[in-house]
């Protein structure tokens, strides 16, 4: 398999770290998303993924994109461990969990968002840091009240085992750290990034331990 990554994508990071809980050995390809105007934007790279966004996946000649997609994909050909166990309705925690980041938090905060809102808005940095630090402390405060409600939490989001809502949930953990947005507010969240931490399949993903980490 080949991943085309960016060292600081959290979409890129979840798959990284679903490669790494299943054991399956992949090729990075670094997409630097700053460098040469940005090359996910090139031709090249556009021919594999139309959306100009990374991650993107080759696995025996196909090409597979969005990373829920992506992760959702591995967990049907390589089950072991499962990253959506249980029954329907403990599925359906995982998801809205992951979802509640990967839909609700990332999106609007994201690279290209980001720079629209310089480039074509005119905000200042401290706008665009005020606009990072209000979604994700909002959107990881409801993460939180979700986790202290749920009676499956346990030492990861949904049990004893990490999902697909640990997946999603250290990368953005990792980037509201970088963005020093206050986390004061979510003790549930950060013993559990500290669980995830623990384990090799998360330190090995991390931004930090990346070929094109700067």
């Not at 050995?25 to 959306?51: F, I, M, S």
């Amino acid at each position: 398999m080949k991943l085309y990554t960016y060292f600081r994508s959290s979409a890129a990071y979840r798959v990284r770290i679903a490669l790494n809980l299943k054991g399956l050995p992949y090729e990075a390809v670094p997409v630097h998303l700053l460098r040469n105007g940005g090359e996910q934007r090139h031709t090249d790279y556009l021919a594999l993924n139309p959306a100009g966004l990374v991650p993107a996946l080759e696995d025996g000649g196909a090409v597979l994109t969005q990373s829920l997609a992506i992760i959702e994909y591995l967990d049907e050909t390589h089950p072991q461990p499962p990253l959506l166990p249980g029954d329907a309705l403990e599925r359906a925690r995982i998801r809205a969990l992951a979802q509640a980041i990967a839909c609700d938090i990332h999106p609007i905060n994201n690279l290209r968002v980001l720079q629209y809102l310089t480039r074509e808005l005119g905000a200042s940095e401290e706008q665009k840091t005020a606009w990072y630090r209000h979604w994700v402390e909002e959107g990881l405060a409801a993460v939180e009240a979700m986790l202290v409600r749920s009676p499956r939490s346990g030492r990861f989001c949904v049990g004893d085992t990490p999902t697909l809502a640990d997946i999603c949930l250290v990368p953005q953990v990792f980037n509201a750290l970088r963005f020093k947005c206050s986390t004061a507010h979510l003790p549930t969240v950060l013993r559990i990034v500290e669980a995830c931490e623990a384990l090799e399949a998360f330190r090995l993903a991390a931004p930090g331990r990346q070929p094109d980490a700067e």
